[in-house]
T-cell receptor, first 115, second 114 residues
């Protein structure tokens, strides 16, 4: 059972363009939605995160849009640069019992920014 | 401050062999977890722990054991390796409390089971 669905699997964007990656979740107990960026041969690293009490969060060229009623969230990369070429994962996390549950990841989007 | 340290970086096993993937963190994080990464499958949670002495299963726990005797260490054991366990394994840690969930990943262990 895939609890976080991510699309597209791969994406090619021209330098300076907008990259958009979408995710949808099923579990209404999720209350933390991060995006991770991974370069080849490295572990994922946190890029930006949002909680469901806000509809948008922006950090530099990266923006998360969140739609709680639709159970969807997306990552927008403005003015995309070749250095943004990486694999991006959306994720979701909830809390039960005495602590945090595991982070559930989408399957990833391989983003290529063409110069 | 080393962060999350995984050893070894690469390992080749024969089917049926056992081994332990080591993970250590020096950030005093309560939460530690193991993920496997396979092409087209993303990151899937194997086991996690919210503190010393407490472990729980994730999405794909079969074939793996864990223990958490100290806050710093969270080893992953393969008791009888199978080719289906060929993957890249990542250990990660964070504080478990709400408001401080940033997950710190190690650099990964690439495991091949022949």
């Amino acid at each position: 059972q895939q609890q976080v669905k991510q699309s597209p699997q791969s994406l090619i964007v021209q330098k300076g363009g907008i990259s958009i990656i979408n995710c949808a979740y099923e579990n209404t107990a999720f209350d933390y939605f991060p995006w991770y960026q991974q370069f080849p041969g490295k572990g994922p690293a946190l890029l930006i995160a949002i909680r469901p009490d806000v509809s948008e969060k922006k950090e530099g060229r990266f923006t998360i849009s969140f739609n709680k009623s639709a159970k969807q969230f997306s990552l927008h990369i403005m003015d995309s640069q070749p250095g943004d070429s990486a694999t991006y994962f959306c994720a979701a996390r909830g809390y039960s019992g005495g602590g945090a549950d595991g982070l559930t990841f989408g399957k990833g989007t391989h983003l290529i920014i063409q110069p | 401050n080393a962060g999350v340290t995984q050893t070894p970086k690469f390992q080749v096993l024969k089917t049926g062999q056992s081994m332990t993937l080591q993970c250590a963190q020096d950030m005093n994080h309560e939460y530690m977890s193991w993920y496997r990464q396979d092409p087209g499958m993303g990151l899937r949670l194997i086991h996690y722990s919210v503190g010393a002495g407490i472990t729980d299963q994730g999405e794909v726990p079969n074939g793996y054991n864990v223990s958490r005797s100290t806050t710093e260490d969270f080893p992953l054991r393969l008791l009888s390796a199978a080719p289906s366990q060929t993957s890249v394994y990542f250990c990660a840690s964070s504080y478990s409390r709400q408001g401080d969930e940033k997950l710190f990943f190690g650099s990964g262990t690439q495991l091949s089971v022949l």
